[in-house]
């Protein structure tokens, strides 16, 4: 049997709903093993059913638990749910110890829930196209509503919480202040605020500041006080966009309670990029930006592999040395012209 026709049986399988065959598929994905792309290209057809939901925020804010609970609710409507957990890489995720983060356990045995924990420290090939073809997988496999939690620090994480349809940012308060140039970063792609731990102390605090925030940049984005010009302006130019108010919607995960309200404003942003047509908009963004990585990935990849191994490091040290400028360097290398004495052709 040739590896086509095993990774086509495979494909098949995940498309049947075969539940081993999907693990298998992914771990195959996560692996960037060569044959997984046959069954990638197969399954790339039946996708764009599913809603993609990330979940993100600084680290132990309750994001885990929130995707627990939702999904739990998720499942009482009747969907079917994925669930991709990215492990966090970032130095700031030390946040909580592995003990103290919650597993996702009230969801095992349930063959409507798929969960994939995915380990982020050496993942090859890139950890946003990973997720991409892992999230493309479960979407295929006809899961209804896609979870994918990221902790929002680095720019690999931001880029994951863009491949959402929807996007939950996930603040909680008594947070300390190395969070707080986290949340600068993210609060900009929220669609949906969530303040969990609202049963701590400091809550509506955190709920009042994020309004404020918001508030603020809607003011910039539309003119604010710039006078009425300015404003039409803003508004004939991004009609779309602003037409969404972001909702800080107020959670305690472990209890369950606020999870309702959740899950009715995601339903809200879901009807939303229908009606007003952002979902074509932002798949078309999506799609552009995974192009222009994976080519970029590929070239580079390309390029290296035309090369001598050592002309790279050899680069690094006529630029260290003064020798060759970047710029230069960069036109040699493409040119594959290093050899010459002055670094140039
Ligand atoms: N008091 C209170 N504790 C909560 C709430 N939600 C989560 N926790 C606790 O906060 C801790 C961290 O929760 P997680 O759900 O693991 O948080 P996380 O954001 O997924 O954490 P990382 O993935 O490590 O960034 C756990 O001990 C939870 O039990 C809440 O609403 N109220
Ligand atoms: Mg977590």
């Known amino acids: 049997m040739s590896a086509t026709s095993s990774e086509q049986t495979?494909?098949?399988?995940?498309?049947?709903?075969?539940?081993?065959?999907?693990?298998?598929?992914i771990t195959r994905v996560e692996n960037r093993a060569p044959d997984a792309l046959e069954a990638l290209a197969i399954l790339h057809s039946h996708t764009g059913r599913a809603a993609i939901v990330g979940v993100t925020g600084a680290p132990g804010t309750g994001k885990s638990s929130l995707v627990n609970a939702l999904a739990l609710a998720l499942r009482r409507r009747g969907q079917t749910v994925g669930i991709v957990a990215v492990d966090?890489?970032?130095?700031f995720s030390g946040g909580a110890v592995l003990g103290d983060r919650v597993r996702m356990v009230d969801l095992a045995g349930d063959s409507g829930v798929?969960?994939?924990?995915?380990?982020?420290?050496?993942?090859?090939?890139?950890?946003?196209?990973?997720?991409?073809?892992v999230v493309r997988v479960l979407d295929a496999a006809g899961?209804?509503?896609i979870l994918v939690e990221t902790v929002g620090a680095g720019q690999s994480e931001v880029e994951i919480a863009r491949m959402a349809h929807t996007t939950v940012v996930v603040d909680a308060p008594g947070l300390g202040d190395e969070v707080q140039a986290i949340k600068a970063g993210i609060l900009e792609i929220a669609d949906i605020l969530v303040v969990n731990k609202a049963d701590r102390p400091g809550a509506q605090n955190t709920v009042r500041t994020l309004r404020a925030m918001l508030e603020l940049g809607h003011r910039l984005r539309t003119g604010g006080h710039h006078g009425v010009r300015a404003v039409a302006a803003a508004v004939q130019a991004e009609p779309v966009f602003d037409s969404w108010t972001v909702p800080v919607i107020e959670t305690v995960a472990t209890e369950h309670k606020g999870i309702d309200e959740l899950l009715a404003a995601l339903d809200r942003h879901q009807a939303h990029l229908r009606e007003t047509g952002?979902?074509?908009?932002?798949?078309?963004?999506?799609?552009?930006?995974?192009?222009?990585a994976r080519l970029r990935e590929a070239l580079l990849a390309r390029l290296l592999a035309e090369r001598p191994p050592e002309a790279l490091e050899k680069t690094i040290q006529r630029i260290l040395r003064r020798e060759l400028d970047p710029n230069t360097a960069v036109r040699a290398l493409l040119e594959d012209d290093l050899s010459s004495p002055d670094g140039k052709g």
């Open 10 to 25: 495979l494909a098949t399988a995940v498309l049947s709903g075969d539940r081993r065959a999907l693990a298998r598929l």
């Open 88 to 91: 966090p890489t970032s130095p």
């Open 114 to 133: 798929f969960i994939r924990s995915m380990a982020s420290r050496g993942s090859l090939g890139g950890l946003a196209a990973t997720t991409g073809d």
């Open 143 to 145: 899961f209804a509503v």
């Open 278 to 292: 952002e979902i074509t908009d932002r798949e078309r963004q999506r799609v552009e930006a995974e192009l222009l």
